[in-house]
């Protein structure tokens, strides 16, 4: 059974940075593409960074994307999201998530399509 632990959340300062970091197990970490998805008070979750199991493909969301980056370390079965000048609005609770990719630079776009979650991690910005 695949399990999620993500770490690197906080409290922080508008302006600084976090490395959110995914430790996956249970299963074929290469299999799996990757994705954080974020939770803010009263709102929907929403995907925000995703990468294939190549990592050959990337996506961001829009609120993230010149920012942030997401990697991938397979020999450490870890994903990465690493968030600079984050912002009040980037306040959530942030999930990791996994599903067998259909090919190596697929990626998946909606929370259904994901069977695998972490716990979540919460960030905190302060203005």
């Known amino acids: 059974q695949v399990q999620l632990v993500e770490s690197g959340g906080g409290l922080v300062q508008a302006g600084a940075s976090l490395r959110l970091s995914c430790e996956f197990s249970?299963?074929?970490?290469?299999?799996?593409?990757l994705a954080w998805f974020r939770q803010a008070p009263g709102k929907e979750r929403e995907l925000i960074a995703a990468?294939?199991?190549?990592?050959?493909?990337?996506n961001y969301a829009d609120s993230i994307k010149d920012r942030s980056f997401i990697s991938r370390d397979n020999a450490k079965s870890t994903v990465y999201l690493q968030m600079n000048k984050l912002k009040p609005d980037d306040t959530a609770v942030y999930y990791c998530?996994?599903?067998?990719?259909?090919?190596?630079?697929?990626?998946?776009?909606?929370?259904?399509?994901?069977?695998?979650w972490g716990q979540g991690t919460q960030v905190t910005v302060l203005s």
């Open positions: 998530a996994a599903v067998v990719g259909k090919g190596a630079n697929s990626i998946a776009y909606t929370t259904g399509e994901y069977r695998d």
């Open positions: 990468i294939s199991r190549s990592a050959g493909s990337r």
């Open positions: 249970g299963g074929s970490f290469s299999d799996y593409q």
